[in-house]
């Protein structure tokens, strides 16, 4: 074979291997940025199931939790949320009155209406209102970081209080960390996210509440 051929072939592989770098260098970044947002988007959906369960505890017990199994027993199998009801007693309002003209102390003062306070279940609750649909299987589920699909782990919950004017607020938080969420991903393409992500002075991660302040905003919101 002559030299002129044999550096010919060479050119070729090299030209070739020079489009195929190209090629990776760009859609390896775009295919990551794919499952990152596809990532992102499954745990906002169970970290918002999980904020949901967290409100709900503390409108029934008073204050948030840190375990799992402790928020999924007691809402599940405990009716223990209070719910006041308002009865309007038909049978005691004359046909003159228009109970609508009235305040709900006159109505109430008067007979015409009364409160019932009953102890609910908190999911069965939940599902009333028609914005809770998950099931019993689903709700047991929500603990789990739905990536690395060989990989099964808890989010982190933690609970707690913080003082705010005087008084003690409770707070908590739920989160997963991007280099356990990307863990499967390619490792360089995952540190340069992290690191953008810190740059930009933003949590290296997904989560919904906060243990240094009194909200339940999600960073993925």
């Keep these: 074979m002559k030299s002129k051929t044999i550096i010919q072939i060479l050119l070729g592989l090299v030209i070739i291997g020079l489009a195929v770098a190209l090629y990776l260098s760009i859609v390896k970044p775009m295919k990551f940025n794919e499952e990152f947002t596809k990532r992102r988007d499954a745990c906002a959906e169970k970290l918002k199931g999980i904020r ?4 709900a505890y503390k409108t029934t017990y008073g204050c948030y939790t840190g375990s799992f199994d402790t928020l999924f027993n007691r809402l599940m199998n405990e009716d223990s949320m209070r719910v006041v009801n ?5 049978d005691k309002i004359p046909e003159d ?6 305040t709900e102390s006159e109505q109430i003062k008067a007979g ?7 102890y609910v279940n908190p999911i069965d609750n939940l ?4 914005k809770f649909k998950l099931t019993d299987e ?3 589920n929500l603990r789990y970081v739905p990536y690395p699909r060989n990989k099964k782990y808890d989010f982190k919950l933690q609970a707690g209080s913080i003082e705010k004017s005087g008084y003690q607020m409770p707070v908590f938080e739920c989160l997963v960390n991007m280099e356990d969420l990307l863990s ?6 995952v540190i340069n996210k992290i690191d953008e992500l810190k740059k930009n002075q933003k949590f290296p991660g997904w989560k919904v509440g906060d243990m240094t302040q009194a909200i339940t905003d999600g960073n993925f919101e």
């Design 52 to 55: 949901t369960l967290e409100e």
């Design 127 to 130: 599902r009333k209102t028609g």
């Design 86 to 90: 308002k009865n309007i007693n038909y």
């Design 184 to 189: 499967d991903l390619d490792e360089q393409l």
């Design 112 to 118: 015409y209406v009364s409160r019932v306070t009953e």
């Design 138 to 140: 689903e709700i047991l």
């Design 97 to 102: 009155v228009d109970i609508n003209e009235m």
